[in-house]
């Protein structure tokens, strides 16, 4: 067995036939990045990875990618263990009861026991999450939810932590999760230069359900809806409400409600707000408007209610955003 600095915090990354690449090997550049660092400032590495499965031996990923791993023990236990999320999870679930056995038998002993994307599956299966909150892939929110009703699931959370237990939303997520570790473990400073180096936010606002408007629009069967979702989508700045939308769409204000939340999935003014959200994230990414003329763009007659949508949806203000994600200017 490798010898281990006993400065290091051993990881162990839990995987099986079909695996997500991605999830693993994000998540693995984190602790390698976080060890380059560290041994560049003249500081011991943080962290020694280990890859681990039910048995041991070259194990296939969702891609080509394969890798070698060690046999699962519960009497030798990682600082922190992280299982991987599956494509065909319910698959996955069944053929490795192994897993599930050996997340129940090192849950109360374990520093930190991670579950990224569908990975939560196991853990959830092992009893560990009951009446904690967790999330998981949005794909997969409402068959965990379903089939463990006991978790308290949150479908939009980038990740969550319970106690020694953490969860993450889907694929790319595991890389948010894993720099939290970092920050948990080292502080933000190194972290930061984590996220620098893999070009990714340190905490990207908002959550997993946050896809663009003007491409969800377009899945919309209903022509009338969507010629109504296409005129808000381009006139943002004016004062829309339902009664003026009902009566572009020839509907009743009732009826317009009913089909429009049938075939978008939510209300007219939850799509009006979604829409000048994302206008206004887009304003202060690209550019550098006043938050005056930003608000106008999207329809708001002040900042006040411009600030108020941010920090409902994203948790920060506009000009906190503009800080942390607008780009460079020429």
């Not at 936010?201 to 663009?212: A, I, V």
């Amino acid at each position: 067995m490798e010898k281990i600095s006993t400065s290091q915090r051993r990881v162990d990354m839990v995987v099986y036939p079909g695996f997500k690449a991605i999830e693993a090997i994000g998540a693995m550049s984190v602790f390698e990045y976080a060890n380059l660092h560290l041994v560049q400032e003249g500081r011991p590495a943080g962290y020694a990875l280990r890859v681990v499965s039910d048995t041991a031996g070259p194990v296939a990923s969702d891609t080509h990618m394969l890798l070698q791993a060690q046999a699962l023990q519960a009497n030798d236990l990682p600082h922190t263990a992280i299982i991987v999320g599956a494509r065909q999870i319910e698959v996955a679930l069944a053929a490795h009861p192994a897993i599930v056995d050996w997340a129940a038998a090192v849950a109360p002993h374990i520093t930190r026991l991670v579950a990224l994307c569908s990975g939560s599956f196991f853990l959830a299966a092992a009893g560990v999450l009951d009446g904690l909150p967790a999330t998981t892939h949005w794909s997969v929110a409402a068959l965990l939810r379903e089939r463990f009703p006991a978790v308290q699931v949150q479908a939009d959370a980038i990740y969550l932590r319970s106690g020694r237990l953490w969860t993450s939303a889907g694929v790319t997520a595991g890389i948010d999760l894993a720099l939290a570790l970092v920050e948990d473990d080292f502080g933000r400073g190194l972290a930061l230069q984590v996220a620098r180096d893999l070009v990714v936010y340190l905490k990207r606002p908002g959550g997993q359900s946050q896809f663009s408007v003007h491409l969800t629009s377009q899945n919309t069967s209903h022509p009338g809806i969507r010629t109504i979702q296409d005129w808000v989508l381009s006139n943002l700045s004016l004062p829309l409400d339902v009664a003026l939308l009902a009566d572009r769409a020839a509907m009743s204000e009732r009826n317009f409600r009913r089909v429009f939340a049938k075939e978008v999935g939510s209300s007219p003014l939850q799509f009006i707000e979604s829409a000048r959200l994302e206008a206004g994230r887009r304003l202060l990414e690209e550019g550098d408007l006043p938050l005056k003329s930003v608000a106008g763009r999207v329809g708001f007659a002040s900042e006040q209610p411009l600030r108020k949508l941010f920090l409902k949806r994203l948790g920060v203000g506009p000009q906190a955003y503009r800080e942390r994600f607008g780009g460079a200017r020429p």
